[in-house]
Structure formats: structure tokens, C-alpha cells
């Protein structure tokens, strides 16, 4: 407990400037409370900085059809809310109707991540953000038009004013409040966070053995460590080899076929079906395809036996 309380003790006192410089303590510019099991400095660029008003300004504009080529489609549409920001879908539908190749991954605790999307090809929210607007799969609204369409609502002014001090309706300003809105929504205190920081009865029995297994022989946590159950990184687990080659259409390298980013694995009981082209429909069926040693191939990575 003394070790706790000297940290936050830390994280609250004065701010030098070589700090603020180095756009470290965003979290003390927001009155958002970080739940346990992650780290309480949430990271953002010093150009976007997190702010409670373009929090809210994201929020709207997050749920908003009228961010769209049809009119009729939002980020919502695909990072439902009640299913932890998926759509259980084996792949996404987006503007007027069209399929996507891939599953729709989770939002949540996405401002801790390295890159976004399976393939890691945006470097930042913000880079994601701009994709998702303007991308054919998904809203389909060339950015200049969205602002344009959005600049009619007069209310949309007012919340630009609070959240930027200038009513203006900008591509940027735009997109910077969504990233700080995907950027907001955080998951963490679950039984595996209260059993770690101390509660011992958090976890049935069952799930401590799974947890022993998870750790050690079965070696999931090569991948799926950390507080997103994440490496962040890369790999090739052999899912549908030979269909998507995942990374390498980012970095062209050989070795790089068919590796996709590892996912976080909170919330992942709500975001069935899994894997980067939802071919899995159950935990079950994940379980098993790891218990098999994954898909065989040859650059399949050497943490996954049978
Ligand atoms: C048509 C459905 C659809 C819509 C609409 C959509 N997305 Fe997505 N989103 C996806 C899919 C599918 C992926 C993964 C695509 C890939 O990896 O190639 C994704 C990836 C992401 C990621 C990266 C997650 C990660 O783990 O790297 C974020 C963040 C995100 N979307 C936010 C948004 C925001 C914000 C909007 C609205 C501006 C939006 N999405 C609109 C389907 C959608
Ligand atoms: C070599 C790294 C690695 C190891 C070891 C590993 N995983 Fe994964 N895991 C990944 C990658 C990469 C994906 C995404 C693969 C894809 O979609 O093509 C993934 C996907 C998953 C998913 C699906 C999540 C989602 O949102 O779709 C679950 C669940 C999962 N792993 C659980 C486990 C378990 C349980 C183990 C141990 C038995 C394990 N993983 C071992 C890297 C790994």
C-alpha cells in the first residue's frame, strides 16, 4: 500500500516544464479516472492533447451517420458500444453496404497501442481516424465534404468553439477530437486486475489454473503480455495462411507474410467471432487452434507447438 501511494504521489505533484515539453502528463488536463490494471499516463501526441470538451466533440461525431458517403453509417455502425466496440460480424459492413476483409477489432485502450489496425499500417489515432473517414469500406466521405456537411449543424459550431476556442469546423480539428474519443475509452478493472494488485478470491479456481497455463506452458503470454495482454507486436499464428499477408502489405519484407498484430485480449469475451478475419467463432475454437500448434506454414513463429 506504501508503495501505491508514493506513485500516485509522483504522478500528482508539480509538473516541471521539461515535462510538459515533452507532452508527458496529458492525464492531468482531463478529469478521466484510469481503471486499475493500467498505466495512468495515457499517451498522446503534444499536438493533440486530451481535453474533456474534444473528448465530448468526438463522442458526437463518433456516432454521427451523417459522417458518411450514404448518410446512414457511423463509426458506430461497426465499434458497437455494447459489444465492446465490435459488431460480431465475421466481417465488417460499411457505406452503402460494402464488405470488408477484416473483423472489426475493439477500440478500447487503443491510446496505449503502437499502431492501428492488423496490419499496424496507421502510425497514430489520429492517421487511423482519417483512414476510417475517408476510406471506401468504411465512411467514404472525402474529408473536405464531412466538414462541409457537418458546418450546416450550428450546434456542431458551439462544441467546435469549446473544444478548440474557434468555431470553425477544420479537417484537423475534426479529426483530432474522434482520435481523443477513441483515445478516452479505457477497460481495465476486471478479476485478473483485482487478483494481481491483491484480492485473491477476484478468481475462481478454474481461472487461476487457466492463468498457470496462459503464463507458462502453453505460452500464450510470448505474445499476450503486459497490462493490454499485448505485445503490440507482429506475428504469423498461420490464420487462413495464404489469404491476407497482413503486415508484409505494410513493410513489403518476405518474413513479414502474414503476420498481423497481436491483439489485447480485454473484453475479448464480447467480441466474438476472432482472429483478423473472424474465422474463429468461439474461445473454444481459438483454444484449439493454439492447442494444434496453429496453421502450419513456413514462416509460422516459433513460440506457437502443439
Ligand atoms: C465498416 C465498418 C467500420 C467503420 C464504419 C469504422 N471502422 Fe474502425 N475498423 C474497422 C475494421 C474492419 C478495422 C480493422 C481493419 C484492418 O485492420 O485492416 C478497424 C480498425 C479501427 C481501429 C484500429 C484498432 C486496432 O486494434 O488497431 C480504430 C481505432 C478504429 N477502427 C476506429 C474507428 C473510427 C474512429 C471510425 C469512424 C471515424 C471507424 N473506426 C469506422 C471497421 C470499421
Ligand atoms: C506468437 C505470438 C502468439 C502466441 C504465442 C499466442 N498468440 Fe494469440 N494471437 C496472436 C496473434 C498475432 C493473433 C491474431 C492472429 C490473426 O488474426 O491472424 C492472436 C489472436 C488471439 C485471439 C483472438 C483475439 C481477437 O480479438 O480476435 C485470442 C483469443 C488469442 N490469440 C488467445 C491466445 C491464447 C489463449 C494463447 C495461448 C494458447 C495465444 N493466444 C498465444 C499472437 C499470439
Redesign the pocket.
Known sequence: MRILVFAVAVWLSPVSAATIARGAPTSERHDLVVPLGLDLYIPAPISNPITGAKAELGRRLFFDRRLSGDGRTSCATCHQPERSFTDGRQVSRGVFGREGRR?V??ILNRAYGSTAF?DGRAASLEEQVRLAVAGAIDLGLPMDQAVERLALDMSYAEAFETAYGENRLTPERLVRAIATFVRTQLSGNSAYDRFINGERTAMSPEARRGMA??MGT???A???SGPLLSDEE????G??WGKDA?RYWVTASPADRG???????RN?VA?A?????GS?AD?DA??RF??GGGGANPNR?E??RP
Do not use: I
Not at 503476420?259 to 485480449?265: G, Y
Not at 467471432?273 to 478475419?277: A, C, L, N, Q, R
Open positions: 473483423n477489432p475493439s492488423w497455463l496462459f502453453a505460452r500464450c510470448r505474445c499476450h507482429f506475428h504469423n499464428t490464420v487462413s497482413g503476420r498481423f498484430k497481436t491483439p489485447s485480449l475479448v467480441t467471432p476472432y482472429m483478423h478475419d474463429l474461445l481459438v483454444v493454439y492447442e513463429d513460440d506457437l
